[in-house]
């Protein structure tokens, strides 16, 4: 059955109307993903992309600026991703950017985010590779918090056991809150120590009241610091010593005499043990005071002779002359 000129019409609208279509939506869409606009590349490195994929958006500082173009795993640890940037934004990013991968939304696809650095970094070139900053995967967080919920569940194991020993009353804990009689001296040794820590303030403030008095040149070890008492006893020290010295050399010297003595050396010893020389030494002493006697007799024998008369008037009066000079 041939078709007629009517239906091949509205069969040539319909594909012409669905080719415009289609390149409308082709360049939306390109458009969006800036596969039209004039571009640059930009790379950065993950060790784990989070499930990003081809054609997710990369924005800067909250704004669309282009699309994941590729990803590329180099090896266990590092995976290049390669991004198509709109050239008139390469001047805003610097060099200190860093890259980081979140989700649009809650449950939105994966993004890229570009933090502007804080430096003063010349921009990017097409081409450059700016850091990155893997965020903590939900999984590790899960995982995290699942041992330190074990953690916390042993923790608790434990001490409930430990709660539990103390009520029962063992342990020095449980003997502490259960027995008066230890918490009774426990409470008398506090006091004591309080009393002995009262005591020994007051004796460190009375030592320091001490040592300051001893500055007060009142006191023995005040004058003992100025230096001019200080050299006098210095001196007398010195004297000592010296007199000392000599004490000891005439204690020596009167040491030997006497050891001559108790050996028989010497007159001393001669006088003391020989009787009969003392008994002349009596009789000569005897007879000197008898001649000393007549002597004396002689003499006044003589002032009373008219030969000597005169001579003894004349140094009578020389002597009473010379005793009124001296008045």
Do not use: C, W
């Not at 509205?10 to 109307?17: A, D, P």
């Not at 063992?170 to 003997?175: D, S």
């Not at 008066?180 to 009262?198: C, F, G, M, Q, R």
């Not at 050891?259 to 001393?268: M, R, S």
């Amino acid at each position: 059955m041939e078709k007629t000129a009517s239906q091949k019409i509205s069969l040539g609208l319909f594909v012409i109307i669905g080719l415009l279509i289609f390149i409308l939506a082709v360049y939306f869409i390109g458009n969006k993903k800036n596969m039209f606009g004039d571009t640059n590349h930009l790379e950065t490195v993950f060790n784990n992309v989070n499930g990003l994929q081809l054609g997710n958006n990369v924005r800067y500082s909250g704004i669309s600026v282009g699309t994941v173009r590729g990803i590329e795993m180099i090896n266990d640890t590092t995976i290049r991703v390669d991004m198509i940037i709109d050239k008139s934004v390469f001047f805003y990013i610097k060099k200190d950017a860093i890259a980081t991968i979140g989700s649009d939304g809650l449950v939105g696809n994966m993004i890229i985010n570009i933090i502007p650095g804080k430096g003063n970094q010349p921009s990017v070139t097409s081409g450059d590779e700016i850091r990155s900053y893997n965020r903590i995967r939900t999984e590790d967080m899960l995982s995290t918090l699942n041992v330190t919920n074990q953690n916390a569940a042993a923790l608790t194991a434990n001490l409930l056991k430990i709660t539990n020993e103390i009520i029962k009353g063992k342990g020095t804990i449980g003997t502490l809150l259960n027995d008066t009689s230890v918490s009774k001296d426990l409470a008398e040794t506090i006091l004591n120590l309080k009393l002995t820590t009262k005591s020994a303030s007051e004796s460190v403030t009375k030592i320091d009241q001490l040592i300051v008095s001893l500055d007060n040149k009142n006191n023995v070890l005040g004058v003992v610091k100025d230096t001019a008492v200080a050299s006098d006893l210095k001196k007398t020290i010195a004297n000592l010593r010296k007199s000392s010295t000599e004490i000891n050399k005439v204690v020596a010297n009167l040491n030997a005499t006497i050891l001559n003595i108790k050996e028989g050396k010497g007159a001393i010893n001669y006088l003391t043990n020989d009787p009969g020389l003392v008994n002349k030494i009596d009789s000569t002493m005897t007879n000197i005071n008898a001649a000393s006697i007549k002597l004396n007799e002689d003499l006044e024998a003589m002032q009373h002779s008219f030969l000597l008369r005169g001579y003894f008037k004349k140094q009578d009066k020389e002597k009473a002359k010379a005793a009124e000079n001296k008045k």
